[in-house]
């Protein structure tokens, strides 16, 4: 059990306290970015220089952008499958009103850089190291996120710590320039001087920053669900669990890149903890196979039965109970109503693993599972055995029969319905 457990949570399925460490990151995220705001923009305005107040911009864009994340991962913590889609909108409104803001101080800032008369920045040292320590500071925290990104596996914070060694390379750029200039380099290139150039560069990190800032609201805004493609995807994800009864309810939403998803869903078990466990299994399934999926909640309801699926193996004669479980030539599956206690449906199917050589009970447990059945009745007693285990996972009830026929088998699970 203990085993199972472990390789289950090696598949992603986040706690709780994982889910606040990610919150709390994309928070730190944002205040770091709104320091760095204030400490570049004192730096712009003592030494004039263009490069650095570029860089505020940069820093600006940034804090606005990690503070969208912040808020979208707040808003996924809600427990109620409604959600304020009002305040969700106006989130998304502003960061679009913001990008369209970043591309007017970008414009600016080329303004400035191809004309406007020729001034030299004023660099102290203490300029120089106060964007040295914002830039090691960028980088370790980067760092740090992407670490605990890729051990949480949220496309959240893998794309901030991403986002964060670009930051790097734009902040050092700045710093290289600020250097030059502070060092006496007079270099110009085409009466430009390492100043401006640098706040050029600056400037595409800038556009970069603004274009994502726009383009992930403006998704939000023109598609505030997930497109039914991939909700279709993951339905059958979630279809495909063999102890899934029903897909209830399923609403995914986006925000910026990243989506969220909540099913509620019926499960063929009323045991608690196995439904939890199912429940765990879906959301890894889910993270796994469908990309930027950020969380995943399933609400489970173990679900009354209104049919019981059995199985039983028979032998040759296609009536007699199989001694056997693996080797049954025949399977009969019988759909019994629980309202009328009345056989609804009865099939028989031949076992299309009688003849493999290895692990024919595993195969055999698993292909009864994509049946979903609820019940097997056999009489060969498989506790602890391989295609008991694969049974139990998927809720499927075993009993053993003491008759031989399959219709007294039938009759027995009748009366006891
Ligand atoms: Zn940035």
Avoid: C
Wanted: no cysteine.
């Amino acid at each position: 059990m203990n085993a199972k457990r472990s390789q289950v949570d090696e598949e992603g399925i986040r706690s709780e306290d994982e889910n606040r460490q990610i919150q709390r990151l994309a928070l730190l995220s944002f205040v770091i970015n709104l320091g760095l705001v204030g400490m570049k923009a004192v730096l712009a305005l003592l030494s004039g220089s263009l490069a650095i107040t570029a860089s505020v911009i940069d820093s600006a864009t940034d804090s606005v952008a990690s503070l969208a994340v912040y808020g979208g991962l707040r808003l996924s913590v809600r427990k109620s499958p409604r959600f304020p889609l009002g305040l969700y909108k106006i989130e998304n409104m502003a960061s679009v009103a913001i990008a369209l803001f970043v591309f007017l101080s970008g414009y600016e800032i080329a303004r400035h850089v191809l004309r406007g008369p020729t001034d030299y920045p004023d660099i102290s040292l203490a300029t120089i190291l106060f964007l040295l320590a914002g830039t090691i500071a960028t980088f370790v925290f980067g760092q740090y996120v992407l670490v605990v990104g890729k051990q949480t596996e949220s496309p959240t914070l893998i794309a901030e710590g991403r986002h964060r060694r670009v930051d790097v390379l734009s902040s050092s750029v700045v710093l290289a320039s600020v250097l030059l200039t502070y060092l006496g380099f007079g270099i110009e290139l085409f009466g430009i001087t390492i100043d401006r150039i640098g706040a050029a560069v600056v400037l595409v990190f800038i556009v970069r920053a603004g274009w994502e800032l726009l383009s992930d609201g403006m998704r939000v805004l023109l598609d505030a669900s997930i497109d039914s493609e991939t909700l279709d995807r993951i339905r059958k994800i979630i279809e495909n669990e063999p102890a899934v009864t029903e897909v209830n309810s399923l609403i995914g939403r986006n925000a910026g890149r990243f989506r969220f998803i909540q099913a509620t869903v019926g499960v063929r078990t009323d045991d608690l903890q196995k439904a939890y466990q199912i429940s765990e299994r879906l959301e890894a399934n889910v993270r796994k196979q469908v990309p930027h999926v950020e969380r995943v909640v399933i609400h489970y309801e173990p679900k009354p039965l209104e049919h019981l699926v059995v199985a039983v193996p028979l032998a040759d004669d296609a009536d007699t109970i199989s001694h056997h479980f693996g080797e049954a030539p025949f399977f009969a599956i019988v759909h019994l109503r629980f309202s009328d206690k009345e056989i609804e449906k009865r099939e028989l199917v031949k076992n299309p693993f009688v003849t493999l050589e290895k692990a024919k009970g595993i195969r055999v447990a698993e292909w009864l599972v994509e049946h979903k059945i609820d019940m097997l009745m056999a009489k060969e007693d498989m506790r602890h055995k391989g295609p008991s285990y694969v049974l139990a996972d998927a809720g499927v009830k075993m009993e053993i029969v003491s008759v031989d026929r399959l219709n007294e088998a039938i009759d027995s699970i009748l009366s006891k319905m």
